[in-house]
């Protein structure tokens, strides 16, 4: 059996454990990061993830620090102004709506937005610049044994590691997790995600908009232009049977379906990519660290696609972890450390889970007095503006 020595193995090759790898091979330790799944880097191959992630000013920072960022620039889309428009009428046509810009309280954009396919392609592109950093797909966990010195992991290619942290990235059903014997506790709302792409007539601005009326909102977030037309990416979370029967629609039914939800506040919109379906859950991890376990991104939390929080809560996961691990390097993983990291990102992970859920139980309102109850504190909020800078500074994430 092949043995192998490393400061930190991540579990895990989605977008979150290879940003993982990279933070942490900047910073000087060695890693090995695993995946029994290569990933997908085509737009339009079989399986290919066709959201896309926007990163907030504090994840972009961290990107920079691992050299991410300069693989990413010239592909990402800026997100200067958030729009929330409340269509939850009698017809679906705006009656609410109100920006926050940006400019507000800094002078950069709220983030930057890329498709999480091209994400992957870069981010493995990154850590093949990195000697003391290897990506291993095609190569999965198969058991994890801790004590209070290491922790030993054996990988699906007969290969045993010995670690001194295992960083677990492996998704919201985390064998890594599991394997620590780690509980969750799991919302479900009965609700599903459509993923797509779309082009339309009408420039986006770099405004990210989000349509609240039923079931859920439906969300534009801008992309580079596709094809010499504005294009953007949209997540459409309803109630699990009607994202079915959208998703069952051929193109034509489905683009008007879609152009009614819309309110046509692009114009028509084309659908520019094929559809993807996604489960919508709120889960929390009881604990975000074993014996020599971190728990991060979705291992640790989902949540709602709602506010641009989820990867931004995983990277600020990073940050910590990153911040605790240089602090003293010699006591990399050890109980110390990662009780620390626990204390320090467990209350805020449960603070933002909450209140997102709070937020997509209002998206979902289907009552009419109750959505006239939602623009009205739609409103409220904005016309005061320390709250609504409050707000804004809150969504880009306080450090943990």
């Given at each position: 059996m092949?043995i192998?020595?490393?400061d930190i193995?991540?579990?895990g090759?989605?977008?979150?454990g290879l940003s993982?790898?990279?933070v942490f ?7 090995l990061c695993?995946?029994?799944?290569p ?9 290919s993830d ?5 990163f907030l000013?504090?994840?972009?920072q ?9 693989h990413?620039d ?9 729009r929330?428009?409340?269509a939850?009428?009698e017809?679906?046509?705006p009656?609410?709506t109100?920006d ?17 396919w ?8 990154r ?10 797909p ?7 044994f801790t004590?209070?010195?290491e922790?030993r ?15 677990a990235?492996?998704?919201?059903n ?7 014997g ?20 009408i ?6 908009t ?6 859920g909102?439906f ?8 094809n010499g037309l ?5 997540v459409?979370m309803?109630r699990g049977a009607?994202?079915?029967r959208?998703?069952a629609l ?7 379906a879609?152009?009614?939800r819309?309110?046509?506040?692009f ?27 971190a728990?991060v991104?979705?291992?640790?939390h989902?949540?709602?696609p709602?506010?641009?929080q989820?990867l ?11 911040e ?5 390097p010699?006591?990399l ?16 992970v449960?603070?933002r889970?909450?209140?997102?859920d ?14 006239d109850?939602r ?7 904005y016309s ?13 994430g306080?450090?943990?």
């Open positions: 092949t192998t020595e490393i193995l991540v579990s090759g989605g977008v979150a993982a790898a990279a091979g900047t910073a000087g330790f060695s890693v695993v995946d029994p799944t990933p997908i880097t085509e737009r339009d191959a079989k399986g066709l959201r896309t992630t926007a000013q504090p994840a972009q961290l990107l920079d620090y691992a050299g991410l960022w300069q990413l010239s592909h990402a889309a800026d997100l200067q102004i958030m929330i428009v409340d939850g009428g017809t679906p046509e009656r609410l109100r926050f810009n940006a400019s507000d309280i800094s002078d950069r954009p709220f983030g930057w937005n890329l498709p999480n091209l994400l992957r392609r870069e981010m493995v592109a850590l093949e610049e990195m000697p003391n950093v290897e990506f291993r095609g190569t999965g966990t198969k058991n994890l004590r209070e010195a922790a992991v054996t990988l699906t290619d007969g290969t045993q590691v010995r670690a001194r942290l295992v960083v990235a492996d998704g919201r985390s064998p890594m997790r599991e394997a620590a780690i509980n969750v506790k799991t919302t479900r709302y009965g609700q599903k995600a459509l993923a797509f792409a779309v082009t339309h007539p420039p986006h601005e770099n405004v990210s989000e349509i609240h009326r039923s079931g909102p969300t534009l977030v801008p992309l580079p232009d596709h504005p294009s953007s990416a949209i459409w309803e009607e994202v079915k959208l998703a051929d193109t034509a039914d489905f683009e008007a879609m152009n009614e819309s309110c046509q506040l114009g028509p919109l084309t659908l520019a990519s094929r559809r993807t379906v996604w489960p919508i859950i709120t889960q929390v991890a009881e604990r975000m660290n074993g014996e020599r376990l728990l991104a979705e291992a640790a989902v949540v709602p709602i506010g641009a989820g931004n809560m995983s990277l600020g996961d990073m940050r910590v972890l990153l605790l691990a240089q602090a003293n010699e006591r993983g050890d109980r110390d450390m990662l009780e620390s990291y626990h204390r320090r990102r467990h209350a805020e449960r603070a889970a909450t209140g997102i709070l937020l997509n139980r209002a998206s979902m309102i289907e009552a009419r007095p109750l959505r109850l623009a009205m504190g739609l409103g409220a909020i005061l503006a320390p709250v609504r800078k409050t707000m804004m500074q809150m969504g880009l306080a450090r943990g």
